[in-house]
Every structure is written in C-alpha cells, then in structure tokens.
C-alpha cells in the first residue's frame, strides 16, 4: 500500500481533475491528482473532439495528454494509482451544492456537513458516525445499505430519494417534508423522528 502526502488530493484524472488540479497549484496548494481506474478519463476513449474551446478537432487521448502536460509543468504531482477506500473522518463539508457525485464504501465520522443543494448524488454502503448533516433540499439522492449512527440528520426537504436497505440507529431525523422516498427493507432503532408532512413513501419490510 502505497504513502502519499499531500495538501490537495484529486481522485480521477479526467478533464475535471486536471482542471481543478491546475487552478489548485496556481493559489499555491501543493496538490497530486491520483489517476483511477484508466488515465484521463473516459474522454481518451472518444476518438474526436470538435466542439472544445481551442481546437477545430482534437482526440480525447491528445486532450487529455496535453491536459496532463499543463498540469505537471505548473507542479502537479500525478500518480497512476486506484484508491479503493476513503475515510473522511473528523472532514466538514460546507457547501453550496453537490450534484451527481458517486461515494462507495467511504466512512464519515464526526464530520459536519452542511448543503443547500442535494441532488443526484450517490451513496452506497457508506457509514455516516456522529455526524451532523444539514440539507436544505434533496432530491433523486441515493443511500444504498448505507449506515447512520449516532447522528443529527435535518432536512428541510427530500424528494425521490433512496435511502433502501439503511441501517438508522440512535440517530435523530428532523424533516419539513418527506416526499416519495424509499425506506424498503430499513432498520430504524433508538431514533427520535420529527417531521412535518410526509406522503408516496415505501416503507415495506421495514423495522
């Protein structure tokens, strides 16, 4: 297993990684961008690019390469390496909006994590401990077999959301309004539930 330290962690080497990589450096963060599964992203398979600012046509590999290139001259760290767990332990997260991120297996514990914006975000068999999460509206969110203990969860409101084969224990849930949600085969137990309105849930095999 390998070591690295650093003060920015980028996990993916697509044209987001690269990009936030090479704003990260020029404010002075000394950053290293983890490639994942295949270097560059998905884009190195497209075999032509025609609508990107700068080229009549380019390959996705070429975009990509030339990307990586900027990137490691301004003094991003690049290392061809698959994370396969992450612990965010003891980690706040404040932010605006989170939208169409994927989280697997990740453990957050003790960590603060407040959003306004909630959407099409996915969460599968991730354990939330003694966190506080504050979320002002959710919709088409995802928590697949997902565990939540001893934590302070308050949304104002969740719509479209799964949240199918949860564990909730000792955990108090404060809502405004619950709207087709999906709690099938969920444990709730030791909780203190509080909301205003809730309708279209499925609740089935449910304890």
């Not at 390998?2 to 704003?23: E, V």
Request: net charge negative.
């Amino acid at each position: 297993m390998a070591l690295y330290t650093t003060d920015l962690l980028i996990l993916g080497s697509g044209p987001a990684g690269y990009t936030a990589g090479i704003y990260a450096v020029r404010a002075g963060i000394d950053t290293m961008i983890v490639s994942g599964n295949q270097e560059g992203g998905q884009l190195t398979m497209t075999s032509s690019i025609e609508n990107f600012p700068g080229f009549e046509e380019i390959s996705g590999y070429e975009l990509m390469d030339k990307m990586k290139q900027q990137a490691v001259k301004l003094g991003v760290k690049c290392v061809n390496d698959h994370i396969v767990e992450v612990d965010f332990s003891n980690v706040d997260f404040h932010m605006a909006s989170l939208r169409n991120c994927t989280f697997k297996n990740c453990c957050f514990d003790g960590s603060k994590m407040t959003f306004a914006d909630f959407v099409d975000a996915y969460f599968e068999s991730c354990t939330f401990r003694n966190v506080s999460m504050r979320v002002t509206a959710i919709g088409d969110a995802t928590f697949n077999n997902c565990i939540f203990e001893n934590s302070d969860l308050s949304y104002c409101s969740a719509q479209n959301t799964s949240f199918k084969g949860s564990q909730f224990r000792n955990t108090l849930l404060e809502y405004m309004s619950l709207v087709d949600n999906d709690f099938s085969d969920t444990l709730i137990e030791g909780c203190h539930v509080y909301g205003i309105s809730s309708w279209d849930m499925n609740l089935s095999n449910s304890i």
